[in-house]
């Protein structure tokens, strides 16, 4: 699961947890379950959304999905998931919550905005940005970077339709560069239906043509060309500015009080950046550095 970047402040209170006993491959009997808090961990207990791709899905074909299983196998552990909407509430019905034996029903969400109140998280192991979207073929194929948009003839820029979610920075984005008249469409940042993920009505509107751009979270964005291989989608990755921040970190996060389980997810997480990143390009993740630079 992951909340998207807010445009005030990405949400995230940093820590996480620990393992304090590695998992030890016995010969003909498994792995060892690690002891974290006092109590054994036989499995690495996932909070997740189970319709909320590109994160996650209940079909495992998220990017956090790939990514809890690298670092399950790491600790030599299975995988268990507790699924609940990725909306208010989830925090609480998850991360937080006992099942009937007592004990809590899952251990770590793969996805927070660094510095998330409601749990600490790990230094961020992806950064990415808001990203300009469009169609090609109709009439802005010259375009293949912010600037270039800038750059049309101002009875062309004068006729651009924006659509864009709520606390999306690209409004602010619009206004700094006098578009704000383009924003013709303006969508809720979170749909009240569970089962519709971030994006997917900006999405079917540039399908449609009822906008002509928009701006998206970048793991949204390259999630949307990804899935429509013969439309040809335009995704181009905007940096931040000095006065305008459009790109944000994303961490593991665990409940407070469990800073050694953080900590080792956190080696975990450092240990395997190489094999991280590489499942975050699979995914069409736009990737940025601490400064915002794209990577």
């Not at 925090?91 to 969400?109: Q, S």
């Not at 704000?180 to 994006?199: E, F, I």
Request: aromatic fraction near 8%; hydrophobic fraction near 40%.
């Amino acid at each position: 699961m992951t909340l998207l970047p807010r445009l005030a402040s990405h949400p995230r209170v940093r820590e996480l947890i620990r393992c304090a006993a590695v998992a030890v491959a016995i010969v003909g009997a498994g792995a060892l379950p690690v002891e974290a808090g006092g109590t054994e961990r036989t499995a690495f207990k996932v909070c997740a959304d189970a319709n909320y791709l590109p994160w996650s899905n209940d079909r495992f074909e998220g990017f956090e999905n790939r990514i809890a299983s690298l670092l399950a196998g790491e600790l030599g552990l299975p995988v268990e998931y507790t699924w609940f909407p990725q909306r208010i509430g989830f925090i609480r019905n998850t991360l937080r919550a006992t099942g009937d034996d007592g004990n809590y029903k899952c251990d770590v969400v793969m996805g927070l905005p660094d510095g998330y109140e409601l749990a600490i998280t790990t230094d961020p192991y992806y950064r990415s940005t808001y990203a300009l979207v469009f169609v090609e073929g109709r009439g802005l194929d010259s375009v293949r970077s912010a600037a270039d948009l800038l750059s049309l003839d101002p009875s062309q820029r004068s006729s651009l339709r924006f659509g864009l979610a709520e606390r999306n920075p690209g409004t602010l984005w619009l206004a700094k560069y006098g578009m704000l008249d383009r924003l013709t469409k303006a969508y809720a940042s979170q749909h009240g239906d569970p089962n519709v993920p971030p994006g997917q009505l900006e999405q079917e509107d540039l399908l449609a043509g009822s906008i002509d751009l928009t701006f998206m979270w970048g793991p949204i964005a390259g999630h949307f060309m990804r899935s429509h291989p013969d439309v040809p989608i335009r995704v181009i990755p905007v940096e931040s500015e000095a006065d305008l921040l459009l790109h944000f970190g994303i961490s593991v996060g665990v409940r407070f009080g469990e800073r050694d389980w953080m900590v080792e997810l956190q080696e975990l997480l450092d240990a395997n950046a190489p094999a991280i990143e590489s499942i975050l390009r699979q995914h069409g993740v736009p990737l940025v550095d601490g400064d915002g630079r794209l990577l």
